[in-house]
Nanobody, 114 residues
Framework: QVQVMESGGGLVQPGGSMRLSCAAS????????MGWYRQAPGKQRELVAT???????IYAESVKDRFTISRDNAKNTVYLQMSSLKPEDTADYYC????????WGQGTQVTVSS
């Protein structure tokens, strides 16, 4: 059994910063990729960023140079540092951990508004 749980999220003003965390727990030998997707109201879920166990990263064009993904393999945790937030970053953010297959968290809401 594997559990994935996000933390962080909430309301932030445009231009502000926020950090999301996501921890995987349970029967884990090794996690391959970890990452974040988001889904805005009325839109499809989209990739935000992903990070391999080696540390190599992929970002959506819309968040490059504003968001930074990192991970702590010893803690089975992935982070998403978001800065220069825009109203269009408002969405539910979902974390996943690839352990044979993708395990998903329940999501955390991020609202960027003044």
């Amino acid at each position: 059994q594997v559990q994935v749980m996000e933390s962080g999220g909430g309301l932030v003003q445009p231009g502000g910063s926020m950090r999301l965390s996501c921890a995987a727990s349970g029967s884990i030998f090794s996690i391959n990729a970890m990452g974040w997707y988001r889904q805005a109201p009325g839109k499809q879920r989209e990739l935000v960023a992903t990070i391999a166990r080696s540390g190599s990263t992929i970002y959506a064009e819309s968040v490059k140079d504003r968001f930074t993904i990192s991970r702590d393999n010893a803690k089975n945790t992935v982070y998403l540092q978001m800065s220069s937030l825009k109203p269009e970053d408002t969405a539910d953010y979902y974390c996943y951990a690839e352990i044979g297959r993708a395990y998903w968290g329940q999501g955390t809401q991020v609202t960027v508004s003044s």
